[in-house]
């Protein structure tokens, strides 16, 4: 067997040391089309950096970003999947020509679930009710509250209902995603 020393890396023309590995060159994390393929194809293209990743996967194009945002499921509409950021968004009011209903994209278990979330909260509040009237104890209610707060109203769940509430907004508004490295130059000024 040979020693990693012993190996060579090299293509049939050229060494991996030879290839230019300019990473400050930038390339869409969708299309991985890159700055020199924009300027051979004459498309003016706007870059972002939607959120904190960083390296390869750090840039995209605004459009690709925007096709991206229309077709992800809710909760990488209003997160990075990979960095956990949520986006900064702000929302300009469409023309009235170009309201339109909103792309809820909804299966029947999301409506279950819907559903059941609903009646946990009603329960919980019903319960509160009958607590405060003296018909519930405390600490039967306490355990209610404990039971919702770890399996009905989780940070997952909070995030698929403002996705839901940012995407019947689309009908109205249209969402802007901001630069993150916009908002860092402005915090350093």
């Known amino acids: 067997m040979k020693d990693l020393d012993e190996v060579s890396l090299k293509t049939p023309n050229s060494t991996w040391s030879e290839y230019d590995c300019n990473i400050s060159e930038k390339q869409c994390r969708f299309c991985f089309g890159d700055e020199e393929s924009d300027r051979k194809s004459g498309i003016p293209s706007l870059w972002m950096s939607p959120c904190k990743c960083d390296g390869s996967i750090k840039w995209v194009h605004e459009r690709c970003f925007k096709q991206w945002l229309n077709l992800a499921p809710f909760p990488q509409q209003s997160a990075c999947s990979t960095c956990g950021f949520i986006y900064r968004k702000s929302w300009r009011m469409k023309s009235l020509s170009e309201w ?21 909260t009603f329960k919980l509040f019903r319960g509160m009710y009958q607590m405060l009237e003296g018909k519930k104890s405390i600490f039967g209610q306490i355990c209610y509250f404990i039971f919702w707060k770890t399996f009905i109203f989780t940070d997952r769940r909070i995030l698929y209902y403002k996705s839901i509430g940012a995407a019947m907004a689309t009908s109205f ?8 490295d916009d908002e860092k130059e402005k915090q350093q000024k």
């Open 100 to 120: 339109s209903c909103p792309p809820l994209r909804i299966t029947f278990w999301d409506v279950v679930e819907i559903g059941l979330d609903f009646y946990s």
């Open 173 to 180: 508004f249209e969402p802007q995603v901001r630069n993150v």
